[in-house]
């Protein structure tokens, strides 16, 4: 059974085996850190990395795939996959498991950041996960105070979980090649939180914040908080130069 590419999904398959190894060693090294059994793949479209996360140890997989003709030809070629692939869209599940659980997956890139804020979303039974993402996302996800790649991405992921770049995987490495450089992220859920008012303050307040990111952060959250406040010195500053932390405390002094 054949299977066609499908641009409208953003469907880029790996085809270097190498790289595939590589990402489900790391994958099954994170189950093993964690002392997780339950694995959810998104997009496993052909099943490059798939065939290898199947053959993990003790692992309760499942996949989730939106492509009704790839998940005809995974159940045909892996026929352990019957009655463990989710047919829908991955930014409409629900938590597959009742345990925590894994998240791994080479992301459609046009929708790679909504993957993301869905695994904050699902942050208490998500405890590590691994994905390929466009560079450029990669490193906006990881990127710390002060670079010009660091902004909302950044801020909302890094409140939960301690993000590390791993590695890039070129162009070439897929089916059809990217025009772009792609890169492999693991997310490691912190073990203390932030301490915030209310997570819809937190959100309300970076996302206007880096709204206007050239300005300060005076003129770009005027409407945050009252006159008074405005006149503390970190309001001075511009929005990527503050930490995670400068944005939780702000959030007890918001209107």
Same mark, same amino acid.
């Given at each position: 059974?054949?299977?066609?590419?499908?641009?409208?999904?953003?469907?880029?398959?790996?085809?270097?085996?190498?790289?595939?190894?590589?990402?489900?060693?790391?994958?099954?090294?994170?189950?093993?850190?964690?002392?997780? $059994?339950?694995?959810?793949?998104?997009?496993?479209?052909?099943?490059?990395? $798939?065939?290898?996360?199947?053959?993990?140890?003790?692992?309760?997989?499942?996949?989730?795939?939106?492509?009704?003709?790839?998940?005809?030809?995974?159940?045909?070629?892996?026929?352990?996959?019957?009655?463990?692939?989710?047919?829908?869209?991955?930014?409409?599940?629900?938590?597959?498991?009742?345990?925590?659980?894994?998240?791994?997956?080479?992301?459609?890139?046009?929708?790679?950041?909504?993957?993301?804020?869905?695994?904050?979303?699902?942050?208490?039974?998500?405890?590590?996960?691994?994905?390929?993402?466009?560079?450029?996302?990669?490193?906006?996800?990881?990127?710390?105070?002060?670079?010009?790649?660091?902004?909302?991405?950044?801020?909302?992921?890094?409140?939960?979980?301690?993000?590390?770049?791993?590695?890039?995987?070129?162009?070439?490495?897929?089916?059809?090649?990217?025009?772009?450089?792609?890169?492999?992220?693991?997310?490691?859920?912190?073990?203390?939180?932030?301490?915030?008012?209310?997570?819809?303050?937190?959100?309300?307040?970076?996302?206007?914040?880096?709204?206007?990111?050239?300005?300060?952060?005076?003129?770009?959250?005027?409407?945050?908080?009252?006159?008074?406040?405005?006149?503390?010195?970190?309001?001075?500053?511009?929005?990527?130069?503050?930490?995670?932390?400068?944005?939780?405390?702000?959030?007890?002094?918001?209107?």
């Amino acid at each position: 059974m054949e299977y066609s590419l499908k641009k409208s999904l953003g469907q880029h398959f790996l085809k270097d085996e190498a790289i595939c190894i590589q990402i489900a060693q790391a994958i099954e090294a994170a189950l093993q850190q964690f002392q997780l $059994t339950n694995l959810l793949e998104v997009g496993p479209g052909a099943g490059a990395i $798939t065939k290898h996360l199947i053959n993990i140890p003790n692992c309760h997989f499942k996949a989730v795939e939106l492509d009704e003709e790839k998940v005809a030809y995974l159940n045909k070629n892996f026929p352990s996959l019957n009655g463990k692939i989710i047919s829908e869209d991955f930014l409409h599940t629900v938590p597959p498991f009742d345990e925590p659980f894994m998240v791994v997956g080479n992301y459609p890139y046009n929708i790679s950041t909504q993957i993301l804020f869905k695994i904050i979303d699902w942050k208490d039974v998500v405890p590590v996960s691994i994905g390929m993402f466009q560079k450029e996302v990669a490193i906006r996800a990881a990127a710390k105070p002060g670079k010009k790649d660091y902004g909302v991405l950044s801020v909302l992921l890094q409140a939960f979980y301690e993000v590390t770049y791993l590695f890039d995987i070129p162009p070439e490495s897929f089916n059809p090649p990217p025009k772009v450089m792609s890169g492999i992220i693991k997310l490691q859920r912190k073990t203390e939180e932030l301490n915030y008012t209310s997570h819809k303050k937190f959100i309300l307040l970076v996302k206007t914040s880096f709204n206007q990111r050239r300005k300060t952060l005076r003129n770009a959250t005027r409407a945050l908080f009252e006159p008074t406040v405005l006149t503390n010195e970190i309001f001075n500053k511009r929005a990527e130069q503050l930490s995670l932390q400068d944005f939780a405390n702000l959030t007890h002094q918001m209107r």
